[in-house]
């Protein structure tokens, strides 16, 4: 009996993740700006700052991701 088992050549996200077990964490950034993007886009009067404020926003965001990490990391060390 031939098996008929389809071919499939296309990617399939959820059962066939990217290998980002090492640099999942650097996907931070992208979402960061993304995010920051989208709010100040809605939140400003003016767009002409747009790029400013999404830089500073991204960061900020950035900023209190890391040290929300890094305290929790010390809560857990010192537990």
Do not use: G
């Not at 050549?9 to 650097?26: K, Q, V």
Request: glycine content about 0%.
């Amino acid at each position: 009996m031939p098996d008929t088992t389809p071919l499939t050549l296309a990617w399939r996200p959820f059962l066939d993740p990217l290998p980002l077990e090492n640099h999942w964490l650097w996907l931070m950034i992208p979402l960061a700006l993304a995010v920051a993007l989208i709010y100040k886009a809605i939140k400003l009067p003016d767009l002409s700052q747009l790029p400013a404020q999404t830089l500073v926003l991204s960061s900020q965001i950035i900023a209190f991701m890391v040290l929300v990490a890094a305290a929790l990391w010390i809560l857990t060390e010192i537990a």
